[in-house]
């Protein structure tokens, strides 16, 4: 059993490494890079080494070394840059998807896939599509991505420990992303009650939430670290078999009124991948920003001429 990681940037590597810190399983760095998977699963395995960690991670420059993984973390394709949006990068990086999907179907036809690459919705409909894989099999990461920054504005806002925060982050991983306060509580105390005379306050964390990931990349060019975790947060729930509820983007089929798009929902993540789709009774704001993102990604599947 194995957990290959397609594309060993930075992103990619963070995955890899988080992973194997939590020894969910033996990892293969692949990418078409030379050099570069095998420099970082060095680099790795010697901090596993420190840390005791008997996960042991590869590098490879060869497809069919990924033969028979029972994951696929798909990250490859060009990185969003300062001032771009997610679905600037849809030309190019469905061109690498088609590719790298037809590569997994044939060395991998049985493996679960995350999918990273941006812009998120449409490259996992993408691989869903050219895989053929059933929808509980093709997982989009960005939901989970988004959550983790919710909680964090959440935390420094109110200035609970982090542990008592529940969130929910739906919709678009993108411009029309829905931070759910109503659906997020502290200590199981609704977060519209816990800051119940700050209603300003709210609105700041949600808009913060939707922006900051242009924020982290003009900063620094790569959101790294928090992707990397919520890439090894899902797989741990399946290998596991957590049932844990998680925001992924998945394949609707009826659920919240569409069909044959991928976007961002609420998730029972198990062993059979997406066991459940958590269907919320949205408000009408709510249902208006998520019949955008709706609308976002279904305008960006159409130019992908599957």
Request: glycine share 8%.
């Amino acid at each position: 059993m194995t957990i290959t990681v397609i594309g060993s940037g930075k992103v990619g590597a963070s995955a890899a490494l988080n992973c194997a810190l939590r020894e969910l399983d033996d990892v293969l760095l692949l990418d078409i890079v030379q050099g570069l998977p095998q420099g970082e699963s060095m680099d790795i395995n010697h901090q596993l080494a420190e840390r005791g960690s008997d996960s042991y991670v590869r590098g490879s420059n060869n497809y069919e070394d990924m033969e028979n993984s029972e994951f696929i973390v798909l990250v490859a394709g060009i990185g969003r840059k300062p001032g771009m949006t997610r679905m600037d990068l849809l030309k190019i990086n469905s061109g690498i998807i088609k590719d790298v999907s037809s590569k997994i179907l044939t060395y991998s036809p049985n493996a679960t896939v995350i999918v990273v690459t941006n812009p998120l919705d449409p490259m996992t409909y993408l691989t869903l599509k050219k895989t053929g894989f059933k929808r509980n099999k093709v997982i989009g990461m960005g939901g989970m991505l988004d959550l983790s920054r919710f909680k964090s504005f959440i935390h420094e806002f109110t200035g609970v420990s982090r542990s008592s925060v529940n969130a929910m982050v739906i919709s678009e991983h993108g411009e029309n992303m829905l931070p759910l306060t109503r659906f997020s509580s502290i200590g199981g105390i609704p977060l519209h009650e816990f800051m119940s005379n700050s209603k300003e306050k709210l609105d700041e964390i949600f808009e913060k939430t939707k922006n900051v990931a242009a924020d982290v990349i003009a900063l620094k060019g790569a959101t790294v670290y928090a992707p990397g975790n919520a890439v090894a947060t899902m797989i741990e729930s399946i290998i596991k078999d957590k049932r844990s509820v998680i925001p992924v983007s998945a394949m609707l089929d009826g659920e919240y009124g569409f069909e044959d798009v991928c976007i961002g929902v609420p998730v029972i993540l198990g062993s059979n991948g997406i066991e459940k789709i958590v269907e919320l009774n949205l408000n009408n704001f709510e249902r208006e920003i998520f019949t955008k993102g709706i609308t976002s990604v279904k305008e960006a599947i159409k130019s992908l001429q599957i």
